[in-house]
């Protein structure tokens, strides 16, 4: 299948020239694009202003034998971009297929559904645009029946995002004869094409700077749906690291973002030494931290295997860390609570065993099964000792100062929950 | 595709009436024959002896609902095999089928390739039967020429794996016509069928207690293949396991054998507070014994994604409980060391973080590529500080009583693993 963007816009409320060049959260329009693309299609068809050669030199530097491109020119982009998208019918020839707008930012999973549908892609419940600005769509027979800004009566509203074959073309060129200006929503008027739902999911047209920045926070928002967060991790560390990943999605990349974390963890520990207290809170900081190498590369389009390996790596080597340096300066307190120093080495080695194994016992169930635990065991997410729900509380014990009830709390909460896990796939394995 | 399993057979060597019941290394011949084709058959149908309903009842008794089968009565099995093979005819039908020997072992692998091929299957390279005792088969222009098992000038050797279609029962019956005794040999020069290769995969047929008894070590053996073990593991701990396995494979599941491993693991941090040096050899035991789940496993057609995951659990908690144990026993020798209490501390979270990790490195590693770090990254094979390895060492300075420097070499080996795997997997990533 080949895809057609039409990229002709002017752009001129953004004080741009190129909308599609413009960034979301990190990656520009038209990387987004064909990066959610590209598995579904064997060459782009851009149809540009020729009066801006932007795209065409940002595609020459950014995509050249990486992916199949090919540039149309349009030298009459006031005629609308129903004509823009006529330019794009010899490029395209019989077979079917996408056409999408150069300024729209769709999420992965509505392109996911919509390249398996039908003509229109049709939203009917819009969940992240204004209603009033969009393009309606009154359905009949699951065709088009009409479409416009004005509809006052609608069914769905136009994503922007349509499967079609050459019959579109033959449309457009029947609009072309009568009018000057040809609008896409003039072609489909013409073409009434059948209508599929995808609705609810992520789409946006990016019209003005507060329109770029909601799509921005939007997506930021939702990179954080579906990951078997603990308790504190959705009342407390998303709030905030979703906060963070807004001012950093354009500035940091997501293995710096691990890194940031990490060190701050690493710092954490060092701060043991000089004061439990602000230890335990750059601790609970390093854990909110630790939220966003994921939320801006999700956001950013940016997700890596290697990334979200080293990050768990280093996770535990923080975790580790932090125990260490509990042991290490209140080791002489095993006195105070009578625990005899083999008591003591018994408890800090139950606590770090505890600490790394609720993580291992579920990164092995996703190297066995290929599924992840959250996902097919529902009480998993139920029973606490989740990395941010131990963090958490072991800031508080550091604020309390009690560094042995600390060590004492994460050999427990660590090791029953192992134990739970245990019994929870067992159970869920013989069902 | 349906399948045709020739049953009939007396199994007179055997002391036996129905070789297809018998166990081989854990699994009765049937329940292999059904276990390897079944996802890629949809009806068997087995050919038996009227006069016996060892077959009929086993199928009814243990595959009732589970499978799709028929089983059709050969009232004159002294007709020879050719002749049962005819009696399927109506069961099959006219789409193509497989056909094979009821008597015959396969492995997975053999299977996986001879499902995909045509004709007869033949292995080039036999590696694992006694040739002379095989049926051989003349190949010309990719099709049998001659077929027998006293051909002087062969090819290949007849597997008993067969994929056909309706013109080997027509085959069948021109050779009925003429003759009272049918072989399948007969059938198969009558039909003269392309040839296609399956070489040097394990199969057999089991004729006599040695064939058996050879079948059950080939296929412990073989469960071994490929395994991404250490050194230790290689040279010294498999070859006693195998040994080991072959003797309990009939009487123990892949489960009790990896409780078994536990169980004395466990015993062995226990020996630590008698001796250090029985405890050392006792923990060597448990890391030998740690195979045999997973070779009793796959040589019984038994591996389970729940039984791997359990048994890499448990396998952190045997390590924990030995450096526990040894952390406890001896933590007063950091006098003798001049390590300061803070160090023996820390030296013992080394130790127990670096035991752990290697293990997590590469469970990680899997649950985010998908595929087996030791497959993926060949150094990782090289690297020392697996488990296998870390073992043997471990009970080297038990026997050296020298339990501080135990602690001190699995820190270093463990979490130089670590930090050598992080290298060898960005450097593998970013290839």
Chains 1, 2 share one sequence.
């Not at 038209?30 to 064997?42: A, F, G, S």
């Not at 931290?289 to 768990?312: N, V, Y």
């Not at 072991?394 to 004492?408: G, K, S, Y």
Request: glycine share 6%; with cysteine.
């Amino acid at each position: 299948m080949k895809a057609v963007i039409l990229a002709s816009g002017q752009g001129s409320r953004m004080g741009y020239r190129s909308k599609p060049l413009l960034k979301v959260a990190g990656r520009r329009i038209v990387d987004r694009t064909i990066i959610l693309l590209k598995p579904h299609v064997d060459e782009f068809v851009f149809v540009v202003r020729s009066d801006n050669r932007e795209i065409e030199d940002y595609l020459e530097k950014n995509w050249k034998g990486k992916v199949k491109y090919r540039v149309v020119k349009n030298p009459v982009p006031e005629r609308g971009n129903g004509y823009t998208f006529l330019l794009a019918s010899e490029a395209v020839g019989k077979e079917r297929f996408i056409l999408t707008m150069g300024d729209h930012v769709y999420s992965k999973e509505f392109v996911e559904k919509a390249v398996k549908m039908r003509g229109l892609i049709g939203d009917f419940r819009p969940r992240y645009i204004d209603v009033d600005e969009a393009t309606k769509v009154r359905v009949k027979d699951g065709r088009v029946y009409d479409i416009g800004k004005k509809l006052k009566d609608f069914d769905c509203v136009d994503t922007g995002f349509f499967v079609l074959d050459y019959r579109a073309f033959e449309a457009a060129e029947r609009v072309a004869e009568r009018k000057e200006v040809v609008e896409l929503s003039d072609v489909i008027r013409e073409l009434k094409p059948e209508v599929s739902e995808v609705s609810g999911e992520f789409w946006m047209d990016v019209d003005t700077p507060e329109e770029l920045k909601r799509a921005k926070k939007l997506l930021i928002r939702l990179s954080v749906k579906g990951r078997g967060d603990g308790f504190i991790s959705r009342h407390l560390n998303r709030k905030i690291s979703t906060r963070i990943s807004e001012l950093l999605v354009d500035h940091l990349t997501p293995d710096q973002a691990t890194l940031l974390a990490f060190f701050v963890g690493i710092a954490s520990a060092l701060l043991v030494f000089r004061n439990l207290a602000v230890a335990g809170i750059v601790y609970q900081l390093s854990s909110v931290l630790d939220g966003i190498d994921g939320e801006i590369a999700r956001a950013s389009l940016r997700t890596s295997k290697f990334g979200e390996w080293m990050d768990s790596v280093l996770d535990r080597y923080v975790d580790f860390s932090f125990l260490l340096a509990v042991a290490v300066r209140y080791f002489s307190f095993y006195q105070k609570y009578g625990l005899g120093e083999k008591g003591m080495v018994a408890l800090v080695m139950f606590a770090l065993m505890g600490c790394v194994m609720v993580s291992y016992s579920t990164e092995k169930f996703k190297a066995s099964y290929r599924k992840s635990a959250y996902e097919c065991i529902n009480v998993l997410n139920c029973i606490p000792g989740k990395r941010d729900e131990r963090i958490f509380v072991e800031m508080i014990l550091c604020l309390l100062n009690l560094p042995v009830l600390l060590l004492a709390v994460i050999a427990m909460l660590g090791n029953a929950r192992v134990a739970a896990t245990i019994v929870a796939v067992r159970a869920w394995d013989v069902r």
